[in-house]
Each structure stands twice: as structure tokens, then as C-alpha cells.
């Protein structure tokens, strides 16, 4: 439905754009673009492209840390639903290496948002408001995209992270089990946060996440022994 184009190579990784992505953003900032207002729309401007950048160096995380453990990235893909880094091959079977290489999104989210938050509370000291205002949304998202990844659900980074140290104790099919079911609970939980609010983009995350989590769930057979 939506074509892609290449942005071009970071290190080597090629990196498509999703045109929903750039629908998503647009939906997400569009006050600040209706607002009539020169000074807000710059600021609408610079939370576009810093959400872009975020979820773009998220990506790039886990492509690093995959090189630390021999697991090469094919190429990254910015998508509606957020960013994904296409592995060449299965990751390693260490259950240290697959936590390391999950939790390195997240990692540099945390970053941003403890950088950022600095930024806009040194702006806000100067008096610059118009400053600090796109540097705290941009705080605030990195902190939502941080704790919003570390939930127990596929395809989220909690969820392979809870994957790979099951796997390791229980094996994979007890291991996708376990982590599926408690996605599946992530999923109503969204769900039901968006509902009375109607926000329609979480309820697409909602869907999205039981979707991935009742099919791997369905892989190993559901639960029969």
C-alpha cells in the first residue's frame, strides 16, 4: 500500500523510508503545523525530523551491537509502527549476545531522553521556551519509546530479551509460550489505554502486537505439549 524509498547508507546499511512512517509523524505534529504560528511550526519541524532520528539511531543500536557479536544487519527499515533492523541471519544463540543486541535500541532511547532532558531544562534556565519546547517532546517520546520497547511482547526488544533467557532455561518453545501469552496481555492493556481516549494509532499498535504474539503463539502449537 505504501512504497518505500532508500534515504541512503549509514556504515553501510542501507536505510528505507516507509511513506506511512512519514504520514505517522505528520498526524503526530500536526498542531504544531495548524497553529498558524511561524514559531511553532518550526518547532513542529524539529520534532519530525528528531523523531525520525530517534527511532533511526535506535535502529542503528542494536545494527552495532549485532557487529559485536558477528550479526550483521541487511538493512533498516523505517515503517509506520516504528523501525526495523533486518538481521542477515539468526542471532547467536547466546542468551547474553540476544539480550545485549535487544536491549541496545532501548539503550540509546535512554540516552536521548537523559541528553535532551538536559538540553530543554538549559533552555528553559536561558528563557529560551521556543527551544526547550521541541527538545522536551523529543525528551518525552525517547522516554515512551524506551519503556514502550522493554514490554514482554514480540516484536518489542522486552520481549526477545524475555525470549532469549527463557530459551535458555526452559527452551524456545516454552520460552515463545510464555513470552507470547504475556503479549498478548500487552496487547488488551494498550488497548484498553486507547479506547476511551480514541487513539487510533495505539489501537494499530494494539492489533499489532496480538497479531505477532497469537502467531508465534499458533508456531509452537499454542498450549499443547
Request: a neutral charge; charged letters at 10%.
Amino acid at each position: 500500500m505504501f512504497n518505500s524509498m532508500e534515504l541512503g547508507r549509514i556504515a553501510g546499511i542501507p536505510i528505507y523510508l516507509d511513506m506511512m512512517f512519514v504520514l505517522v509523524l505528520i498526524i503526530f505534529s500536526y498542531p504544531y503545523f495548524t497553529s498558524g504560528n511561524t514559531q511553532m511550526m518550526s518547532a513542529g519541524f524539529i520534532i519530525v525530523i528528531g523523531l525520525l532520528l530517534s527511532i533511526l539511531l535506535h535502529e542503528l543500536g542494536h545494527a552495532f551491537a549485532g557487529r559485536l557479536f558477528k550479526a550483521q544487519v541487511s538493512h533498516i527499515e523505517l515503517t509506520g509502527l516504528g523501525g526495523i533492523a533486518h538481521f542477515e541471519r539468526s542471532l547467536p544463540s547466546s542468551a547474553f549476545a540476544r539480550s545485549m543486541i535487544s536491549l541496545a535500541g532501548p539503550g540509546v532511547n535512554l540516552g536521548l531522553w537523559l541528553g535532551l532532558d538536559m538540553l530543554a531544562d538549559s533552555a528553559v534556565g536561558s528563557g529560551n521556551m521556543m527551544v526547550a519546547l521541541p527538545l522536551a517532546v523529543l525528551s518525552s517520546a525517547n522516554f515512551f519509546l524506551m519503556i514502550f520497547n522493554l514490554l514482554p511482547a514480540y516484536p518489542l526488544d522486552g520481549g526477545h530479551t524475555l525470549d532469549a533467557w527463557l530459551g535458555a532455561i526452559f527452551g524456545s518453545i516454552w520460552a515463545t509460550r510464555i513470552v507470547a501469552s504475556l503479549g498478548l496481555v500487552v496487547a488488551i492493556l494498550v488497548a484498553l489505554f486507547a479506547v476511551p481516549r480514541m487513539a487510533i494509532f495505539l489501537l494499530l499498535v494494539a492489533l499489532f502486537i496480538g497479531q505477532a504474539n497469537l502467531e508465534a503463539l499458533r508456531g509452537v502449537g499454542g498450549w499443547r505439549r
